[in-house]
């Protein structure tokens, strides 16, 4: 199996939207290798008779409840909850997304 | 303050022999004089406890059985009113607008919620160090670990401060605190216990625990905080035994299985004498045990790793600095505002997301996501095909006592085997619970019981019956 370049890394950081110093890519590019080759120890397990993973360990009934309208949070509260937000048009505000 | 069970305290304040306020003041001046030596809670929540304290004494029929009980609540479950911050600096100043759906029930059975308690951030890692507040000391010996993620909950209720706390488990995060800091420490079945209001780190693993200083005031909590909820999708519409009763049996005739082979390697010595003693005594009182083969198990933690690393970058993919939370300033525009609101997320918060995104990507989702789910359905066949033949699974909770502050913080990989005993149950789905089972060199140890989906009541019988044999659940630190 390959490995992580510092590259890589970046290009990870990037799709997650995380902003890395430059300390933090190069102790990252290290870790996560690390990380990567302990996580490849499932390469060890024969797991050719299971034809379909299953990933829900529930086994407790799931249930479809009723759509029926119930109360829900209060739109002030909120809206105060937010770093940025119009409170009279009920809207979040972000920074600006296009160049004007 | 003298220690004393929840169930006493709630019967004492049911039957007006003390006051609700009188145990909350005396509460809240401990945590007040004691929280800077063990950095266990990062709130307080004052008003509201002596609100609910009032309340409580107040009222012409007086709530039971938890009346007047504090309890310690980690912060990464939800709470009105009170900040929430999941050990994150973006969660910093959260405030919720709803309590959780145990917070609710907790609270209708008269307890009186003192506090949020301090854990890894976002319930990532096995040492709750990884909080972006302070790392958590054991009281046991204050230059190591209290065990993670829920480690305050578990040094809240070691110390006595606390009877019960509420932890959240996804690979062992109420069990390996409560075993490092000698303290009961119990994770339900997937399902059982809803997690409305719990903030979501790993969806298909993620259950709120229960610490407490005896097997009995953990069955009788567990009890009032489970069954089903409408707002959580994932609970279960099973029925709830009584689990306090089920603590009254022997454990004449239970079969034990002990998983000799996965044992073999990694065990620290004195937590292997420990473990061998208690399976002794439970022999003693009429247990079978029974070898059991769980073969699968030896790669729980690297199964473990891709599943939670993929789920986790999903999962907190919502911290955007958006709709709550805090938001990064000086962002030139959006996708600036989201990388550096994200930058503060802590080192394990970050490699977590970034794995996760790698796994998850095309080219390696086969490789690492879909592999990893196969091995998550054999190791819960070994569990399925051990209990054909036993009642539970015996394991020590963790291979070691508590390690030294800083000992494992820059390398993850020696921090993910701390979680070797107890990840399975939770890829697994079914239910553990930890109880002390004595010292080595003078920290504490816990034996880990494994049951069958839906069997709680099972696990509470052998774990109080194994109480009631030896004295280690009446350990405390000295003062």
Redesign the interface.
Known sequence: ?ET?TRD??LR??R??????TDG?IE??TR??R???A????????D?SG?AE???????????L?DDAVLPS??RA??LA????ADRDSGL?K????FKR | MKARRALDIGRAVANAETTASAVCEATLERLEHETGRFNHFITVAHERARARASAIDSAADRPRPLAGVPIAVKDNICTRGVRTTAASRVLSDHVPLYDATVIERLEAAGAVIVGKTNCDEFAMGSSSEHSAFAAVRNPWDLSRIAGGSSGGSAVAVATRQVPLALGSETGGSVRQPAALCGVVGFKPTYGRISRYGLIAFVSSMDQIGVFGANVRDVAACVGIIAGHDPRDATSALRPVDDYAAATGDDSRGLRIGVPRALLAEGLENGVRDAFDESLNVLRRDGAEIVDVALPHSRYATSTYAIVVMAEASSNLSRFDGVRYGTRATGAMNLEQMYSRTRALFGHEVKRRIMLGTYVLSAGYYDAYYLKAQKVRALIRQDFDRAFERVDVVATPTSPTTAFKLGERLENPVQMYLADAFTASANLAGIPAISVPCGFSSGLPVGLQLTGRAWEEATLFRAAAAYERLTPWTGQMPAA
Do not use: C, K, S, Y
């Open positions: 199996m992580l890589e890394v990870l950081a799709l997650a939207r995380l902003e890395l933090e102790l990252f870790q996560l690390e990380i990567l302990f996580a490849q120890q499932v390469n060890a397990v797991t299971i993973a299953n990933p829900d360990p529930a086994t407790g009934q799931a249930t409840r949070l209060n509260e909120v909850l937010a770093p940025d979040f972000v920074p600006r997304v």
